[in-house]
Each structure stands twice: as structure tokens, then as C-alpha cells.
């Protein structure tokens, strides 16, 4: 069973960091890239970075570039997210998703953790 | 950046009903769309992906289809289970962007 525990959320003040983490289990996690996709209260969903199953290719939102890192450490079967200079707009939920890859070539989420709160207050 | 319209963003139906989603991209996207189901206080579940493909374990009342940047999520016949709240996702190119949502509730 294809489990995404996330962690490391959490109250923190405007401008400073934090370091989610996914735990991951129940699959081949090195076959396979990773997203985080956020939720602020009450809003819709929206992607925020993504990583290749080797780390050679990373991705982000414009919203978030420069301020946040992902990284994976397949040995330990776990995905991170480095999250700097934190800003009240950066309040949300934040998923770690699996992404899946059809026959195709489409992609897709096929796994979400539950998600972990991140509150940027003063 | 490939914008996702949904819509409507809400609506009202009771058991037994057939509902219709409709997600625009505001450009072409071939099939790279995705739809999703979220209960509140839970995460996001895959429905479809490429358009039409439907995930496994997903019950068969749920359907998808394509025509140029228009793409519909049809579920047959509503059941109790699927009042939620429902998202397109385009994967044709980062960043990857969604619908607002389509709230389905009980008539």
C-alpha cells in the first residue's frame, strides 16, 4: 500500500524558514518524481515544485522560486521541501503527491499524503 | 502560464442525478488532463487521467471526455459518496495548474 506521510509544519513567523518533509513508502520510490502541491484554507489546489526521480531535473512556481528548495534523498525514501523567507501567502496545506505516468506519456498525481499545515503569522 | 477554467464552480443534485463538469485550457493541451475528487478534511483522489483514462478502483459511473481545449467529467449517476468538490489539472506543461473547483452538493 503507497503510503505519503508528510511533516514539519507548522506556526512560523513572516520571513522565516521551515522544512517539510514525505515520508514515503509501499512503492519503488527511486522510479518515481515527486510534487508538493498547496492548499491555502478554503482555496483550491496549486502546484509548487517537483522533482525527477535522479534530482536532475527541479521545478517551481513562479510564486515560490528562490525562496523554496525540494530534494529527495532515495536512499531514505523520503522528499523535502526547504521553504525561506516565508510570507503570509505561504499559509497552506502542503501535500507531497506521487506523480504517475500513463502509457501515453501523460502525467498525473496518483498518491497524496494528507498534508501538513504551514501558518506564516506574526 | 495555462489557465484552467471550471465550471460551474458550484451546483446542486440529488442521488440518482447525471452531472456534467466542464474544464477550458486556454491552449491546447492534447490530453494531458487530469480530474480529481476532494472530500473535505481529505486529500485530493485521482479520477481520470489522460482525459478519459479512468484510475483504478474508481467506479465506472465516473467518465471522462476531450474535444479541442474542452474537457468534461461525467458522472452517471450520483451517488451519496460523490458530493465533494472536483478539480481539473493540465500536465501538458509546468507549472502545472488547476481548476478552481466544482463543488457538488446535495439538492
Known amino acids: 500500500e503507497v503510503q505519503l506521510v508528510e511533516s514539519g509544519g507548522g506556526l512560523v513567523q513572516p520571513g522565516r524558514s521551515l522544512r517539510l518533509s514525505c515520508a514515503a513508502s509501499?512503492?519503488?520510490?527511486?522510479?518515481?518524481?515527486m510534487h508538493w502541491v498547496r492548499q491555502a484554507p478554503g482555496k483550491g489546489l496549486d502546484w509548487v515544485s517537483s522533482?525527477?526521480?535522479?534530482?536532475?531535473?527541479?521545478d517551481y512556481a513562479d510564486s515560490v522560486k528562490g525562496r523554496f528548495t525540494i530534494s529527495r534523498d532515495n536512499a531514505k525514501n523520503s522528499l523535502y521541501l526547504q521553504m525561506n523567507s516565508l510570507r503570509a501567502e505561504d499559509t497552506a496545506l502542503y501535500y507531497c503527491?506521487?506523480?504517475?505516468?500513463?502509457?501515453?506519456?501523460?502525467?498525473?498525481?496518483?498518491?497524496w499524503g494528507q498534508g501538513t499545515l504551514v501558518t506564516v503569522s506574526s | 502560464d495555462i489557465q484552467m477554467t471550471q465550471s460551474p464552480s458550484s451546483l446542486s443534485a440529488s442521488v440518482g442525478d447525471r452531472v456534467t463538469i466542464t474544464c477550458r485550457a486556454s491552449?491546447?493541451?492534447?490530453?494531458?488532463l487530469n480530474w480529481y475528487q476532494q472530500k473535505a478534511g481529505k486529500a485530493p483522489k485521482l479520477l481520470i487521467y489522460?482525459?478519459?483514462s479512468l484510475q483504478s478502483g474508481v467506479p465506472s459511473r465516473f467518465s471522462g471526455s476531450a474535444s479541442g481545449t474542452d474537457f468534461t467529467l461525467t458522472i452517471s449517476s450520483l451517488q451519496p459518496e460523490d458530493f465533494a468538490t472536483y478539480y481539473c489539472?493540465?500536465?501538458?506543461?509546468?507549472?502545472?495548474?488547476f481548476g478552481q473547483g466544482t463543488k457538488v452538493e446535495i439538492k
Open positions: 503527491a506521487k506523480e504517475g505516468t500513463g502509457t501515453t506519456g501523460t502525467h498525473y498525481f496518483d498518491y
Open positions: 509501499g512503492f519503488t520510490f527511486d522510479d518515481y518524481a
Open positions: 522533482i525527477s526521480w535522479n534530482s536532475g531535473s527541479i
Open positions: 491552449q491546447g493541451i492534447s490530453r494531458y
Open positions: 489522460a482525459a478519459s
Open positions: 489539472q493540465q500536465s501538458y506543461s509546468t507549472p502545472w495548474t
